[in-house]
């Protein structure tokens, strides 16, 4: 099974922040990787497939770079709505695996 | 509009079975691979089992192999998550979700597997 792991687990940060989480897999997936945002007691959503690419009506401030074993989900500018967990996915092979998350709180 | 809406979700003693039904609008269902996604009490989400646009394809995670059924009706645009013998650490908000990169998701519904 491909493990991925994710981190920090938790960062706080201040609205206007540049903010960074990284997954790391444990053995390479090209680019077959989703970023997700969970806001409590809601379903996730999509923000990012393929690793790099911007689910339609995300805001642009979302950004994934990263192929084969690292991936980084940046967020330009934090905003007040995007406090919440993420998640990534690789779905490159069975089973598919998330990361175990990151929370990201307010400072 | 896509929408994906779960039911079937109660609570069930362990050894129990249970099906749950996912129904789609908004989309044309029958080109896409569904899969079910969980997420235990406090936890992360964890996939579960998902299944060609056909049917004729089906991957389950293994702590749930032999025990849960994944399957579609895509005249009804609906797809199903067969459970049975059931475990408390089946408990969880099972989703269903649309392509093999769950573009959408579903509300959710909630399984309670406890005596």
């Known amino acids: 099974d491909i493990q991925m792991t994710q981190s920090p687990s938790s960062l706080s940060a201040s609205v206007g922040d540049r903010v960074t989480i990284t997954c790391r897999a444990s053995?390479?997936?090209?680019?077959?990787l989703g970023w997700y945002q969970q806001k409590p007691g809601k379903a996730p959503k999509r923000l990012i497939y393929a690793a790099s690419n911007l689910q339609s009506e995300v805001p642009s401030r979302f950004s994934g770079s990263g192929s084969g074993t690292e991936f980084t989900l940046t967020i330009s500018s934090l905003q007040p709505e995007d406090f919440a967990t993420y998640y990534c996915l690789q779905n490159n092979s069975y089973p598919l695996t998330f990361g175990g998350g990151t929370k990201v709180e307010i400072k | 509009e896509v929408q994906l809406v779960e039911s079937g979700g109660t609570l069930v003693q362990p050894g129990g079975s249970l099906r749950l039904s996912c129904a789609a609008s908004g989309l044309t269902f029958s080109i896409y691979w569904m899969s079910w996604v969980r997420q235990a009490p406090g936890k992360g989400l964890e996939w579960v089992a998902n299944i060609k646009q056909d049917g004729s394809e089906k991957h389950y995670v293994d702590s749930v192999k032999g025990r849960f059924t994944i399957s579609r009706d895509n005249a009804k645009n609906s797809l199903y998550l067969q459970m049975s013998s059931l475990r408390a650490d089946d408990t969880a908000v099972y989703y269903c979700a649309r392509g093999l990169s769950f573009g959408y998701w579903g509300q959710g519904t909630l399984v309670t597997v406890s005596s």
């Open positions: 053995q390479g997936i090209r680019n077959d």
